[in-house]
T-cell receptor, first 113, second 119 residues
Framework: GEDVEQSLFLSVREGDSSVINCTYT??????LYWYKQEPGAGLQLLTY?????DMKQDQRLTVLLNKKDKHLSLRIADTQTGDSAIYFC?????????????FGTGTLLAVQP | EAGVTQFPSHSVIEKGQTVTLRCDPI?????LYWYRRVMGKEIKFLLH????????ESGMPNNRFLAERTGGTYSTLKVQPAELEDSGVYFC?????????????????FGPGTRLTVL
């Protein structure tokens, strides 16, 4: 199947860590992505992880991948008000001639000052 | 370098009318994609062009939707006639040619989207 699930909403206080979770069902996916959408803007690629990796860190962002449970998470350290946005996880299934991404519903992150 | 641009940013039309959305990909990107997000749900794939050819149109909802990419540059997505359930945000994305191996991330660059409202 091709279903990617995310919780719809997360609220945190400025300075705290945020953890956004995602589950996917296609075990053949080669890459998993996190996109950010700010109000009125397009989707911005934040980070991605290759399927044979367990973790990837990039400044305040940490991506964890649990392939056994098909679970992906994005941790944002020291969350700022500018991090308020919708965060989408997406998978890139292996094989086939298409490059289509399978997205989740998006998680709205609200950062309280 | 200019990013992916889309026009218009917003469109409000009545049921039964026709609307044409336009996407200009990043220069040099052969891959162009259309996606749609309806009513706060997931972003769903519609169509993938490689240059001017349709590589995958499995996500197109029905024959009221027609996508074209004449000359392999910009693309249009026409909805005719529009129905209420077509309302949503239509995103366009572009990427470079896919290569094999783990060094390629298939990064797709997205435009800001066109918000379509059908009344």
């Amino acid at each position: 199947g091709e279903d990617v699930e995310q919780s719809l909403f997360l609220s945190v206080r400025e300075g705290d860590s945020s953890v956004i979770n995602c589950t996917y069902t296609d075990s053949s996916s080669t890459y998993l992505y996190w996109y950010k959408q700010e109000p009125g803007a397009g989707l911005q690629l934040l980070t991605y992880i290759f399927s044979n990796m367990d973790m990837k860190q990039d400044q305040r962002l940490t991506v964890l991948l649990n392939k056994k449970d098909k679970h992906l998470s994005l941790r944002i350290a020291d969350t700022q008000t500018g991090d308020s946005a919708i965060y989408f996880c997406a998978e890139f299934p292996r094989g086939g001639a298409t490059n289509k991404l399978i997205f989740g519903t998006g998680t709205l992150l609200a950062v309280q000052p | 370098e200019a990013g992916v641009t889309q026009f218009p940013s917003h469109s409000v039309i009545e049921k039964g009318q026709t609307v044409t959305l336009r996407c200009d990909p990043i220069s040099g990107h052969d891959n162009l994609y259309w996606y749609r997000r309806v009513m706060g749900k997931e972003i769903k794939f519609l169509l993938h062009f490689v240059k001017e050819s349709k590589q995958d149109e499995s996500g197109m909802p029905n024959n009221r939707f027609l996508a074209e990419r004449t000359g392999g540059t910009y693309s249009t997505l026409k909805v005719q006639p529009a129905e209420l359930e077509d309302s949503g945000v239509y995103f366009c994305a572009s990427s470079q040619v896919r290569t094999s191996g783990r060094g390629y991330s298939n990064e797709q660059f997205f435009g800001p989207g066109t918000r379509l409202t059908v009344l």
